[in-house]
C-alpha cells in the first residue's frame, strides 16, 4: 500500500507518461508507407513486410501499400504470398501501369517459383525412347501431329508427337523473349526428314551443311510459306537429339525473327546470336570461345560483329561465339519491354547502339558504342574464365 | 539605462522628421507637399498617390522645402557614431528612402564597431550560416550543399528562411525557391513540394516550368510519395555498369533524387511516345500532303519539347530522324524545281529567241534558281543544329548553294545587260 505522498508522486509520474505518449503522435499514412518503404530499400524485407501490412490494415485507401507487402515477400522468396500480395494491391490501385507493373511481377514469381531453365529434352529422354525415335516408318511416309501453331510431318509417330511439344514449348520461349509475350498468330509446318539425304533433297534453299532451316516465303497465289524442315538420323544413322535441343528452336527463332522483321534487316549477329540464346541450353563453349577471343587475336570488335553480314570460314567459330555471348549480354541486361523496344527500333533501320539508347530512354551518346563493347568484353572474359576455373577445379569425391 | 533613452530618442526623432519636399500654393488658395519640377511652363508636383500638374499660371508660390541629403546630414551630425545601434537605426531610415550608397556605408561602419551585428548584418545582405556571416551568394551556395547532403532540417529550420529575408536578386528567389521544394520533397513533405513546385512551374519558363510543373503533377498523383518503378531506375547502369548500380524496380520513395528521375523519365517516354505517333502519321502523309507532314512533325517536335525539359535531349535521335525525313521532302521539292531549270536551260540552247523571249526565259531560269535556293536554305536550316549527324547533308546543301549563287549571278548580269540594251 503506498503512502499519501508515494501514491501522489506515482500519479504524476504516470501522468507524465501519459503527456510523453499523447506527445509522440503515430505516424502519418505517408510517414507509414514511407517508413516501409526504407526498410524494403534497406532490403530488411521482414520489417517492411510487417510496415505494409501496418499500413494496409489502417483503412480501406491504404491498399497501394500492398506492393510494398508484395515485394516484401517476392524478394524472400515467398512467392505463392507474394503473388496474393500482389493481386491485392491490383485491385486497390487506380493506375493501369501500376497494376501491369503488379501482372509482370505475378508472372515472374510464377516463373521463379517454377525454378530454374527447365531441362532440355535429350537429358530427360530414356534409351527405349531414343531407341523408339531411332524407327523411320518408310511404308507410312507421313504421321501428322498438329498443335496450336504447327502441323509436324514425320516418318515416326512418337517423333512427331514430340517435336509438336517440344515446339510449343519453344516458340512460348521465343515469344515471351523477342515478342515481348505476345503470341505468335500463326501456324508452321515442321517437316522431320528421315535423314540428311532426304532433307537436303526437300529442303532445297537450305545451305548444305546445316542439319536445319527454315523457309518464310510468299507464294505467286499470296499464300505465306512457313516452314521448318529437320532431320531425324545424323550421319552415323543415330538419333539426332540436337535436332530437338538446339536445331528446332534455333530455326524457329529464325523465323519468328524474320516474320518479325519482314523487308527490314536484322544485323546477323543479333539473329545468330538470339536464335542461339532460343536453344534449350547454353552452349559453354560459345561463352569459353568469346572470352578467349577477347582477351586473343581472333576477336571480332563489336562494331565489326554489329556490320558482319556473312562471315569467313576462319572467323566463323568466333563469329558465332561473340554473337551468342552479345545476345546472351543484352538480354540479360535489359527488360523484356527495352529488350522489345531495341528490336522495333533496329526494325526500324535505326542502328543497333541508337536502338538500344532510345530503347533505355537515355540521351543518345556517340560514345556509347565503344562503352558498350567494353563492358561486355570484360563480362564475356569473365565468365569465360569462371568456366574454365570450374573445367579445371578438382572434382569432389571422384 | 541612458543609452537606451538615447536611442529611443533618436528614433522618435527620425519618426517625427518633416515631410521631405516642397510645397505649392494655388491662386485658389489650395497647397500641396511634394517633390516639384517646373518643365515647359509647367508646375509638376509628385505626391504618394501620383502627380499633378498645373499651369504655371495657376500657382501662387512655390516653397522649396529641405531635400532629403540635408536631412540626411542632419540626422549624421546629431547620432552617437560610435553606437551602433543608433548609426543603425540611421542607415535603416535612409535606405527605406533610398539612399541605398549612404546607408551601405553607414552599416559598414556599424560592422567596423561590432562585427556581429545581427540587424547591420541582416540589412547589409548577410546570412548566419554555421556560425560564420555569410553574402547571400555563398549562402546560397551553402544551401545548395546541405540540399545536396541530405541536411535538409537545418536547410528548411534556419537557412532558408534567414535566406528569404536577404536575397532581393530574382535569379537566386527562383533559386531560392528551387532548394526550398527540393528541401521539403527530401523531407517527405509531398503535399507542401507538390505546391512549392506547383508555384515554381508559374513562375519560371520554359524547360524548366515543365519539369517543375511535371513534378507537382506527380507528386499530387502520389500523395503517399509511393512510386513504382517499372524498372530499375538507371538504365544505362544495367549495360555498362552493374546490375547493382542500377537499382531495383518496384515501389519507392519520390523523396530519393533517384527514384524522382526516373518518374520524370516517365514521363518524358509518354511524351517520345506521343511525338513518335505524330511522326508516324506523318510519314504516312509525306508523299500526299506534304504538308500536313510537316504539321505533324512540328506536332512531334512539341511533345519532344516537353520530353526534352524532362530528360535534357533524350530525344536527340528523334529529331535527327525527323530532320533527314524533313530534307527528303525538300530535296525532292528542289529536284523539281532543279529539273525546271535544266529544262529551260535546254530551251536556251535551242531556239532562235526574240529578245523579249530571250528575257522571259532568263526570268523563269531565275525563278527555278530561287526557289532551289531557298530549298537548300530550308535544308541547311534543318541540318545545321545536327550537323554531327548530318554532316553530308549540310556539306552537300552548301556546295550546291555555292553553284547556285555563281548562276543566279550570272544570270543577274545577263537581265541587266539586256535591260540596258533596251
Known amino acids: 500500500m503506498p503512502s499519501g505522498k508515494t501514491a501522489i508522486l506515482i500519479l504524476t509520474a504516470s501522468a507524465a507518461a501519459m503527456a510523453a505518449v499523447g506527445a509522440v503522435s503515430a505516424p502519418s499514412h505517408t510517414e507509414s ?36 507487402v508484395a515485394e516484401a515477400r517476392h524478394r524472400a522468396g515467398r512467392f505463392t504470398q507474394a503473388i496474393d500480395a500482389y493481386r ?34 535429350s537429358e530427360q529422354l530414356t534409351a527405349e525412347q531414343r531407341a523408339r525415335f531411332l524407327v523411320v516408318d518408310s511404308r507410312h511416309r507421313e504421321h501428322n501431329e498438329s498443335t496450336e501453331h504447327f502441323i509436324v510431318r514425320a516418318y515416326n509417330t512418337h517423333l512427331a508427337k514430340l517435336v509438336g511439344r517440344q515446339a510449343e514449348v519453344s516458340l512460348e520461349r ?51 510459306v512457313r516452314r521448318i524442315d529437320l532431320t531425324q538420323l545424323d550421319e552415323k544413322g543415330l538419333f539426332d537429339v540436337e535436332m530437338l535441343d538446339r536445331v528446332l528452336p534455333h530455326e524457329m527463332c529464325h523465323l519468328v ?71 546472351d549480354y543484352l538480354q540479360s541486361r535489359m527488360t523484356r519491354r527495352q529488350f522489345g523496344e531495341m528490336l522495333d527500333h533496329v526494325k526500324a533501320g535505326r542502328p543497333l547502339d541508337e536502338a538500344i539508347q532510345r530503347a533505355l530512354y537515355v540521351p543518345c551518346d556517340e560514345a556509347f558504342l565503344g562503352k558498350l563493347a567494353r563492358a561486355w568484353e570484360a563480362e564475356a572474359i569473365k565468365q569465360s574464365q569462371f568456366l574454365r576455373a570450374l573445367d579445371e577445379a578438382p572434382t569432389n569425391g571422384s | 539605462m541612458k543609452r537606451s533613452a538615447a536611442v529611443l530618442l533618436v528614433c522618435v526623432s527620425l519618426l517625427a522628421a518633416p515631410a521631405v519636399g516642397d510645397r505649392i500654393v494655388l491662386k485658389d488658395g489650395r497647397t500641396f507637399e511634394g517633390s516639384v519640377t517646373e518643365p515647359n511652363g509647367k508646375v509638376l508636383i509628385e505626391l504618394p498617390y501620383g502627380t499633378l500638374s498645373f499651369p504655371a499660371s495657376d500657382v501662387l508660390k512655390i516653397e522649396r522645402g529641405p531635400s532629403l541629403m540635408d536631412i540626411y546630414r542632419g540626422r549624421l551630425g546629431v547620432i552617437d557614431r560610435k553606437d551602433p545601434d543608433e548609426v543603425t537605426v540611421l542607415a535603416k531610415w535612409a535606405r527605406d528612402r533610398g539612399l541605398m550608397r549612404q546607408a551601405d556605408a553607414l552599416l559598414r561602419e556599424v560592422l567596423e564597431l561590432d562585427l556581429d551585428h545581427a540587424t547591420a548584418r541582416k540589412l547589409l545582405g548577410f546570412v548566419r550560416a554555421d556560425g560564420k556571416w555569410l553574402e547571400a551568394g555563398e549562402a546560397l551556395k551553402l544551401a545548395e550543399a546541405k540540399l545536396q547532403a541530405g541536411k535538409l532540417d537545418v536547410l528548411l529550420e534556419q537557412l532558408l528562411p534567414a535566406l528569404e529575408e536577404v536575397v532581393e536578386n530574382a535569379r537566386e528567389q527562383l533559386r531560392l525557391k528551387e532548394i526550398h521544394a527540393e528541401a521539403l520533397l527530401g523531407s517527405r513533405k509531398f503535399a507542401e513540394a507538390a505546391k512549392a513546385f506547383a508555384s515554381l512551374a508559374g513562375k519560371l519558363a520554359g524547360p524548366a516550368a515543365i519539369r517543375c510543373g511535371a513534378i507537382a503533377s506527380i507528386l499530387r498523383a502520389h500523395p503517399d510519395g509511393m512510386y513504382v518503378l517499372s524498372e530499375p531506375h538507371a538504365p544505362l547502369a544495367m549495360l555498362l555498369g552493374t546490375p547493382a548500380e542500377a537499382g531495383r524496380s518496384g515501389p519507392a520513395s519520390l523523396s530519393r533524387p533517384e527514384v524522382l528521375s526516373a518518374a520524370l523519365r516517365d514521363e518524358a517516354k509518354a511524351a517520345i511516345k506521343t511525338g513518335r505517333g505524330h511522326m508516324g502519321e506523318g510519314r504516312k502523309q509525306e508523299l500526299t500532303e506534304p504538308e500536313a507532314a510537316k504539321a505533324k512533325y512540328d506536332q512531334a517536335g512539341k511533345a519532344f519539347d516537353r520530353a526534352d525539359a524532362l530528360v535534357p535531349k533524350i530525344t536527340r535521335s528523334y529529331r535527327v530522324e525527323i530532320a533527314r525525313r524533313r530534307i527528303a521532302m525538300v530535296t525532292k521539292d528542289m529536284n523539281i524545281w532543279a529539273g ?3 529544262a529551260l536551260k535546254e530551251q536556251l540552247a535551242k531556239r532562235d529567241l526574240t529578245p523579249a523571249a530571250y528575257a522571259s526565259l532568263l526570268f523563269r531560269m531565275l525563278r527555278a534558281l530561287r526557289n532551289v535556293q531557298s530549298d537548300l536554305e530550308t535544308i541547311l536550316e534543318l541540318a545545321t543544329p545536327f550537323d554531327r549527324e548530318l554532316i553530308l547533308e549540310v556539306t552537300d546543301a552548301m556546295l550546291r548553294l555555292e553553284r547556285i549563287v555563281a548562276l543566279r549571278k550570272v544570270l543577274l548580269q545577263e537581265v541587266r545587260a539586256i535591260n540596258a540594251k533596251r
Open chain 1, 33 to 68: 508507407v514511407q517508413q516501409a518503404l526504407d526498410a524494403l530499400a534497406r532490403n530488411d524485407l521482414p520489417l517492411a513486410e510487417r510496415l505494409g501490412v501496418g499500413v494496409v490494415r489502417s483503412g480501406p485507401s491504404a491498399g497501394r501499400a500492398w506492393l510494398i
Open chain 1, 88 to 121: 491485392q494491391f491490383q485491385g486497390a490501385c487506380q493506375s493501369r501501369s501500376e497494376r501491369a507493373y503488379a501482372a509482370e511481377r505475378i508472372q515472374r514469381c510464377r516463373r521463379e517459383a517454377a525454378g530454374v531453365r527447365p531441362v532440355p529434352i
Open chain 1, 174 to 224: 521465343i515469344c515471351r523473349t523477342i515478342l515481348s509475350g505476345q503470341d505468335y498468330p500463326h501456324t508452321v509446318e515442321i517437316n522431320v526428314w528421315p535423314t540428311i539425304k532426304e532433307y537436303r533433297k526437300h529442303a532445297t534453299s537450305a545451305p548444305e551443311w546445316s542439319g536445319g532451316s527454315f523457309v518464310l516465303r510468299r507464294e505467286e497465289d499470296g499464300r505465306i
Open chain 1, 257 to 327: 525473327l524474320a516474320e518479325l522483321f519482314g523487308e527490314a534487316v536484322c544485323p546477323l549477329a543479333l539473329d545468330e546470336g538470339l536464335a542461339m540464346l532460343a536453344e534449350a541450353s547454353a552452349d559453354n563453349s560459345r561463352i569459353v570461345l568469346a572470352g578467349s577471343a577477347m582477351t586473343g587475336e581472333g576477336k571480332i570488335p563489336l562494331a565489326r560483329l554489329l556490320l558482319m553480314e556473312r562471315c569467313a570460314k576462319d572467323e566463323a567459330a568466333v563469329f558465332y561465339a561473340e554473337a551468342f555471348s552479345f545476345a
Open chain 2, 340 to 342: 525546271r531549270f535544266d
